[in-house]
């Protein structure tokens, strides 16, 4: 299928086609050494398995367009997303499921509300073709921000964690005394979106907008669009890093404002 407007078709011979390209991948692994062929395989069978199991789901929900199937992938998306962000931190911390779980919601349900309310303004509400899409970078993107910023902060805790103690005996607070280790956290969960908004257009054409221009889409309108992703995914990613630290950083201090250094 060809022509203006419309989005070309992909056979099964073409994607076989694709599939060579990770043929190359497997050819550098074997002849450098870095024994990842297997792997490599693994991830591409999983891969085509998961997108595919995804994309009929997704068919039959987008079929359905009920708002309590929209509720239930969003709910499984933020599980799973979950699960991730925690499996980052080197050391588990008690509670760290509910803490990433309560950040990821949080920064999702708040920035997508927003987006698709008031900025896109879909109706109804739960119209899953912008839903599902919109949700799943907004928690992606959320997903490592958190995972980045909670990694950051118990490792710098773990080297620190002589100078927290000092500044505890002092007499700062717990909050005070893991201040410089949280703002470090943040930023570094910060630092990818930012260098991501400083190089959009320039070194790459991000997801979005090169889906909507191959769709057959205005490149004008496809840029619209990529702002608002661009503009919600900082707010997103900002919400979900300093929800994540403040409440794993407590999880470090007991209510005398001592160190839990085991956590470390």
Known sequence: MSGTGSVLD???????????????????????????????????????????????????????????WVLLILAVMTAVATQAAVSRLKKPIPGGR??????????????LAYVI???????????PQYVIPIAGM???????????????????LRVRADEVEAMLALGFSGREAVQPMARAALRASMIPTVNGMMTVGLVQLPGMMTGQILAGSSPLLAIKY??????????????????????AAGRYLTAAHQLRRYLL
């Open 117 to 127: 309310g008031v900025v896109v303004q879909v109706h109804p509400w739960y119209e």
């Open 98 to 111: 509910g803490i990433a779980g309560i950040a990821l919601t949080v920064s999702t349900a708040a920035t």
């Open 226 to 247: 990529q702002l608002v992703v661009v503009f919600m995914l900082a707010v997103a990613t900002a919400l979900a890093s300093v929800l994540f630290v403040r409440l």
């Open 138 to 156: 907004i928690l992606g993107n959320a997903m490592t921000s958190a995972a980045l910023a909670g990694d950051r902060l118990q490792g710098d």
């Open 10 to 68: 992909l056979s099964l011979w073409q994607l076989a086609l694709a599939l060579l390209l990770l043929g190359v991948v497997i050819v550098i692994s074997v002849r450098q050494g870095l024994g990842i062929g297997r792997d490599l395989v693994v991830g591409a069978a999983r891969a085509v398995v998961q997108l595919y199991v995804v994309g009929l789901i997704l068919a039959a929900v987008f079929a359905a367009s009920r708002w309590y």
